[in-house]
């Protein structure tokens, strides 16, 4: 029997299979069985870092993707048989917090032996991340500032706390490799990698830079929206992990986004055309003097407010009546009087702007776990990940700063594209 079935596209997808709570890939049985009509392997080439390249004998230690799309990682230690084991323990379990986590988590398609290169192996089945996208964008950020676990040795804890050493102090995280294609200016399109190498070498502002640069934002400022797509997954992230019982050592957050998706919303000016009109920063209000360049006196008049001039006569005369005059701030002024009255219902209009402000904030904190065809990020990397079970949970601290520190990072960058409204 096949395990898999024809799409209309003419690639095959793994069988799928209802849970209460998911809908997952489930391919019986799922472990120990070899392909029984193999399907064509090759390197994944969208691997930006991890563990690649060939070993004595020709065997290759890198991702590798099937013909369907499926990504298969190779279970080459000890640790990765407990990766699958952590994969099958959240993909199965209806524990409400592992559940949520499992949203944050690539697809799990089960363990199989596959033979690339005459060499047969077990392999952990995933769904693709980057699938679909024409320009896929992808930063690994392995989180926290311990990258090994509870039963490491001596040796690997030194190994470990000698690597990306000031980048995991000073932030939480640190950058193992990412490639990026560039849009706009005159490098548009470009593929840049960047590994682990590179990695190593990064700490402070640096970090900050690379991050700016991954989002194709070195010239100015980044998009609003994938933006507001990266923290809305983010902030989704960060209460899942608050809630969750696990422990994650040395997993990494993968950022993804396509940059084509990024070049059709913003181009060449990444500001003019991605800013969402209803955030427009209200405009500067005017003033009676505007070249008079002293403060205000705390005074209105029907032109607006009122700066004291130095050596300059009073603008009105207290003892002659100013003529009516129509400008926006005496039709301001009219509004905030009739909004005072009780005939205005000021309250409810401002029941309602916050009702509305919430219902924005509300949608993108309740992001669906569904990939954004701009940005989205997911938990890969469970090989020191560990599941809570004696019902005495605790927050994992080391994951969840990283992911504060990154929050905040981005929240800067935010902030920076409110500036740019106009
Ligand atoms: N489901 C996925 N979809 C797309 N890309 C993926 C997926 N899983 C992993 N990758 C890619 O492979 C890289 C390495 O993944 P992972 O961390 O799981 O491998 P590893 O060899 O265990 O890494 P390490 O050496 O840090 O232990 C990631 O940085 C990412 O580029
Ligand atoms: O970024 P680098 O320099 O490639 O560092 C490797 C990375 O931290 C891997 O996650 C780790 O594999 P584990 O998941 O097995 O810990 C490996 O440990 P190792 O040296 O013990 O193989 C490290 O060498």
């Avoid at 390197?43 to 590798?64: E, I, M, N, P």
């Avoid at 896929?136 to 311990?146: A, E, Q, S, T, Y």
């Avoid at 490639?179 to 402070?204: F, I, M, N, S, W």
Wanted: glycine letters at 8%; proline letters at 6%; a positive charge.
């Amino acid at each position: 029997m096949s395990d898999v079935s024809n799409r209309s596209d003419g690639r095959k997808l793994p069988r799928r299979q209802r849970s209460i709570y998911q809908v997952h890939y489930g391919l019986e049985p799922r472990r120990g069985s070899v392909m029984a009509s193999p399907l064509p392997l090759r390197r994944f080439t969208r691997q930006v870092a991890g563990h690649s390249g060939d070993v004595a004998g020709g065997k290759y230690t890198g991702l590798l993707q099937c013909s369907d799309g499926t990504i298969l990682k190779p279970i080459l230690k000890e640790s990765q048989k407990r990766e699958a084991e952590f994969y099958e323990r959240i993909t199965s379990s209806n524990r409400p917090d592992l559940v949520q986590l499992r949203k944050f988590m690539p697809k799990y398609y089960g363990v199989r032996k596959f033979t690339y290169n005459g060499f047969e192996q077990d392999y952990i089945m995933l769904e693709d991340l980057t699938d679909g996208m024409l320009e896929p964008c992808v930063m690994d950020l392995k989180i926290g500032r311990i990258t090994y676990d509870p039963y490491a040795s001596v040796d690997k804890i030194k190994r470990e706390e000698s690597k990306y050493t000031r980048c995991k102090q000073q932030y939480g995280f640190c950058i193992p490799g990412y490639q990026v294609y560039r849009v706009g200016g005159p490098r548009d399109g470009e593929l840049v990698r960047a590994g682990k190498e590179q990695g190593k070498r990064l700490c402070g502002e640096q970090v900050v830079t690379v991050i700016r640069s991954f989002l194709n934002a070195s010239a100015g400022a980044a998009c609003r929206v994938l933006l507001l797509q990266l923290l809305a997954a983010l902030w989704e992230l960060q209460r899942c992990i608050s809630r969750a019982g696990v422990l994650l050592r040395s997993s990494s957050l993968l950022l993804v986004y396509d940059a084509s998706a990024l070049r059709a919303c913003c181009g060449d000016s990444s500001v003019a055309r991605c800013r969402p009109p209803q955030l427009a920063r209200r405009r500067s209000v005017p003033s009676v003097f505007p070249s008079g360049g002293s403060s205000f006196s705390g005074q209105l008049s029907p032109l607006g407010p009122v700066y004291p001039r130095l050596g300059a006569s009073p603008p009105v005369s207290p003892r002659t009546p100013s003529p009516p005059v129509r400008s926006s701030w005496s039709e301001a002024l009219a509004r905030l009087a009739t909004s005072h009255s009780f005939d205005n219902n000021y309250q409810e209009k401002l029941s309602r702007m916050k009702l509305e402000y919430r219902a924005r904030l509300d949608r993108l904190a309740n992001w669906s776990g569904e990939r954004h065809p701009c940005g989205s990020l997911r938990v890969v990397d469970f090989a020191h990940a560990f599941i809570q079970d004696d019902g005495n949970m605790r927050v994992d601290d080391n994951f969840k700063d990283g992911l504060d520190s990154l929050a905040d990072i981005l929240e800067a960058l935010l902030k920076d594209t409110d500036d740019l409204l106009s």
